[in-house]
C-alpha cells in the first residue's frame, strides 16, 4: 500500500523487540503514531515525505514489537526512549516529529528529555497529557474511563473476540458515524485497514497503555518549544476537542493552529489533503530544509 517501506527492529536496553519502518533517505521525519495505529494511518502523508528518511515505529507490546517482561516499562518515557534507540540505528541526529493522538504526547516528552534532537512539530488530534480530562471534554467522562479499562483487563479475552469479529466493519465503520466518532468524508478502505491491527491486539496490554496516557503530563514543557510547530484538529473531535488544541496553541509560542471543519479525531484519513499542505507548510519552515521540502 505504501512503496518503499523497510520492516526493521532492534533490542531496546530492557531487552524488549521494538518494530519500525522506515522509507527514504534526507532529513528525517518521525511518524509517531496514535494508540493502536500503524504506519498505515499516514498512508497520505508519506506522499509528501519523497525527500525525507520517514521512520515509524510499534509502541511496546503492539503488532511488530514485543511486550516488555516488566509490565510497568509502557511508559511514554519509555516509548521515546526506544525512539531515540531507533534514531541512533539509523545515524539520525534531529529529526520532525509528526504525532497523531497518543503520537502528541510522545512528541513533547521528546522536547522535554531530547529538546537537540527535534527540530519541529506537527502535532495533530492529541492533547499535552492527562488524556482522560480532556474526552470529550468532559470530568465525568474522565473519571468513568479508568473503570472501563479495569473492565477491558478483566475481560480481555472477550474483548478480543469481539474486536475480532467487529474491527473494521461496515456496522462498526456506520456506527461511528452515526455518533460522531469519525466524519462522512472517512477514507473508508484505510481505516479499514488500520483497523484490522485491532484484531491482533491484546487488550491487556493495550488498556494498560491506554491508562499511562492519563499518568502523563507535559504541559510545563509547551512554552519552552521554540522550533516551528503546527497544531492540527478537527472542529468535531471528541477525543482531544479544539479546546486541548487552543490550549497548547496559547503556550506555544508562534504556532500555527489549524482547525478543521467537520474534522473528527481521525483526521488523517478523513482530510488528507490539508494534512499533506500543512505538513508541508511546517516542513519549509525548518531551518535548512528548505531544499528537501
Not at 106 to 116: G, K, N, S
Amino acid at each position: 500500500m505504501i512503496p518503499g517501506i523497510q520492516q526493521r527492529q532492534i533490542t531496546a536496553r530492557d531487552g524488549t523487540r521494538i518494530g519500525y519502518q522506515v522509507r527514504g533517505e534526507g532529513p528525517c521525519v518521525v511518524l509517531a503514531n496514535g494508540l493502536g495505529g500503524t504506519f498505515l494511518a499516514f498512508r497520505y502523508l508519506y506522499d509528501v515525505l519523497g525527500n525525507y528518511k520517514t521512520i515509524c515505529w510499534d509502541y511496546r507490546g503492539l503488532y511488530s514489537s514485543g511486550r516488555p517482561s516488566d509490565p510497568r516499562a509502557n511508559t511514554i518515557v519509555h516509548q521515546v526512549a526506544d525512539l531515540i534507540e531507533i534514531l541512533d540505528a539509523e545515524g539520525v541526529q534531529d529529526a520532525v516529529l509528526a504525532g497523531w493522538s497518543m503520537g502528541v504526547q510522545v512528541a513533547f516528552e521528546t522536547v522535554r528529555l531530547h529538546p537537540d534532537r527535534v527540530k519541529g512539530l506537527y502535532l495533530v488530534n492529541g492533547t499535552y497529557g492527562r488524556a482522560f480530562r480532556t474526552v470529550m471534554g468532559s470530568r465525568l467522562v474522565g473519571r468513568t474511563i479508568p473503570m472501563l479499562l479495569k473492565l477491558v483487563r478483566a475481560q480481555a479475552a472477550l474483548a478480543g473476540l469481539a474486536t475480532k469479529r467487529l474491527a473494521g466493519s461496515n456496522a462498526l465503520i456506520a456506527a461511528m458515524k452515526r455518533v460522531g466518532l469519525v466524519s462522512q468524508s472517512i477514507d473508508v478502505e484505510i481505516f479499514r485497514a488500520v483497523a484490522a491491527g485491532f484484531q491482533q491486539v491484546d487488550w491487556v496490554i493495550y488498556s494498560d497503555l491506554l491508562s499511562r496516557l492519563d499518568e502523563h503530563d507535559a504541559e510545563e514543557v509547551l512554552p519552552k518549544i521554540g522550533v516551528p510547530t503546527t497544531i492540527v484538529t478537527g472542529d468535531k473531535d471528541l477525543m482531544t476537542p479544539p479546546s486541548t488544541a487552543e490550549h497548547m496553541h496559547r503556550l506555544i509560542a508562534g504556532s500555527r493552529m489549524v482547525v478543521i471543519k467537520g474534522g473528527t479525531h481521525y483526521t488523517p484519513v478523513e482530510y488528507p489533503a490539508i494534512l499533506v499542505d500543512e505538513l508541508h507548510r511546517l516542513l519549509e519552515r525548518v531551518p535548512g530544509w528548505g531544499s528537501a521540502a
